[in-house]
């Protein structure tokens, strides 16, 4: 797939699910404002994904937040197995830490195949961090503050009415808001 495909997929999962379930209370200001960057990255090995993860880090502290508040960095055939992409997650965190932007920015996971420990692979729920590719979503931690605070100040809340939306939707809801991307997993 190119990478304008990549993209169109990627902002089709945005604009359809994220914003249009209302998965996340924070993406649609940051959207309409046109402050998420998305980044599909082409590294051929974990340690080229590596470097573009150190460059948007950077990029956002040396960014104010009214020009980009969110990035999301886009492997499409890094990680295709999601246990595998999970482990690397620590290591993505490990790279915030270095950058010193612990308690700054905090990094979100979404994969195809996404599974929360604890349900099965077929779980409606698991949908909530489904996305067309693995991505890497770059947050900064006051922007999720004040998100979660105009939500009522209950991330548990959020959650819980994430999985409801995905319930109610079902397995053929979510793959008939998907199938434009050409993602149809449940």
């Given at each position: 797939?190119?990478?304008?495909?990549?993209?169109?997929?990627?902002?089709?999962?945005?604009?359809?699910a994220v914003?249009?379930?209302?998965?996340?209370?924070?993406?649609?200001?940051?959207?309409?404002?046109?402050?998420?960057?998305?980044?599909?990255?082409?590294?051929?090995?974990?340690?080229?994904?590596?470097?573009?993860?150190?460059?948007?880090?950077d990029?956002?502290?040396?960014?104010?937040?009214?020009?980009?508040?969110?990035?999301?960095?886009?492997h499409?055939?890094?990680?295709?197995?999601?246990?595998?992409?999970?482990?690397?997650?620590?290591?993505?965190?490990?790279?915030?830490?270095e950058?010193d932007?612990?308690?700054?920015?905090?990094?979100?996971?979404?994969?195809?195949?996404?599974?929360?420990?604890?349900?099965?692979?077929?779980?409606?729920?698991?949908?909530?961090?489904?996305?067309?590719?693995?991505?890497?979503h770059?947050?900064?931690?006051?922007?999720?503050?004040?998100?979660?605070a105009?939500?009522?100040?209950?991330?548990?809340?959020?959650?819980?009415r994430?999985?409801?939306?995905?319930?109610?939707?079902?397995?053929?809801?979510?793959?008939?808001?998907?199938?434009?991307?050409?993602?149809t997993?449940?």
């Open positions: 797939m190119t990478e304008e495909g990549v993209i169109a997929a990627t902002r089709h999962w945005i604009e359809k914003i249009g379930l209302n998965l996340c209370p924070f993406a649609r200001a940051v959207w309409v404002k046109n402050q998420v960057r998305i980044v599909v990255s082409t590294a051929r090995h974990i340690d080229g994904l590596l470097d573009d993860l150190d460059r948007e880090l990029l956002l502290k040396n960014t104010p937040a009214e020009q980009i508040d969110t990035t999301l960095i886009v499409p055939t890094l990680f295709p197995d999601f246990e595998v992409f999970n482990d690397f997650l620590g290591i993505a965190d490990e790279v915030v830490a950058h932007l612990e308690g700054v920015i905090q990094v979100a996971s979404f994969h195809p195949d996404y599974q929360f420990e604890g349900t099965e692979p077929d779980d409606i729920t698991n949908a909530t961090n489904r996305s067309p590719f693995p991505t890497l770059l947050l900064r931690e006051d922007s999720v503050a004040r998100a979660v105009s939500e009522g100040g209950d991330a548990e809340a959020i959650v819980a994430n999985m409801d939306t995905l319930r109610r939707l079902g397995p053929q809801g979510w793959r008939d808001l998907m199938s434009a991307s050409g993602d997993k449940a």
